[in-house]
């Protein structure tokens, strides 16, 4: 079945250090992909997506590229703040619902 | 911006009560969803609705669950009778077609006691 795989956290940087959370999934068929952030005490909300292999998703100066080949969703920023303090979820569109990864917890320090 | 919007945000039931959920989905929309997260765990898919029917449940989703879309604008999720195990947060989300991204509300946390 489809599934999504996400490293496992807490991941603490230092404000302005690159990113990267890594994501990889198993589906059968051309699923979208999404990432999404739930900030401590809030909802979901959508970060960016890619509908289709090879599509870039940015947003906020994230950025997750669509591997068919490599079966993957990785999501990197190039320099993080303290407010993108959050929990981050892989996430990909399967039979009428989103499977999603288990959540990234990402600390970062002043 | 059009939002989904839930509500109570917060609910405390004691075990053995039904509880109801409120969600008014985006109004153009077309496919809604029910997810929980227990606290500190992964979001995990309950329940989809299309056309006024269910079109994909979990196996969570047992006897004890129940949806409805009782008028044009809001999606309901029942528990008939609330278990301890049932204190989440559950997340209502809706989307215009059944692949694409999915908006959500801010929650409602649920506490069974």
């Known amino acids: 079945g489809n599934s999504v795989t996400q490293m496992e956290g807490p991941v603490t940087l230092s404000e302005e250090a690159f990113l990267t959370i890594n994501c990889t999934y198993t589906?059968?068929?051309?699923?979208?992909l999404f990432w999404y952030v739930q900030y401590p005490g809030e909802g979901l909300q959508l970060l960016l997506k890619?509908?289709?292999a090879d599509d870039k998703g940015s947003n906020k100066g994230f950025e997750a590229t669509y591997r068919k080949e490599t079966t993957s969703f990785h999501l990197e920023k190039g320099s993080v703040q303290v407010s993108d303090s959050a929990v981050y979820f892989c996430?990909?569109?399967?039979?009428?619902?989103?499977?999603w990864g288990a959540g990234t917890k990402l600390i970062i320090k002043p | 911006e059009p939002e989904v919007t839930q509500t109570p945000s917060h609910q405390v039931t004691q075990m053995g009560q039904e509880v109801i959920l409120r969600c008014v989905p985006i109004?153009?929309?077309?496919?809604f969803y029910w997810y929980r997260q227990i606290l500190g765990q992964k979001v995990e898919f309950l329940v989809s609705?299309?056309?006024?029917?269910?079109?994909?449940k979990s196996e969570i989703f047992d006897d004890q669950f129940s949806v409805e879309r009782p008028d044009g604008s809001n999606f309901t999720l029942k528990i008939r009778s609330t278990k301890l195990e049932d204190s989440a947060m559950y997340f209502c989300?809706?989307?215009?077609?059944?692949?694409?991204?999915?908006?959500f509300g801010p929650g409602t946390r649920l506490t069974v006691t």
């Open positions: 989300a809706s989307t215009l077609t059944g692949f694409y991204e999915q908006y």
């Open positions: 109004s153009n929309h077309l496919y």
């Open positions: 609705f299309y056309n006024n029917e269910i079109s994909e």
């Open positions: 589906a059968t068929g051309y699923p979208s």
């Open positions: 890619a509908t289709k």
């Open positions: 996430a990909l569109s399967g039979n009428y619902q989103l499977i």
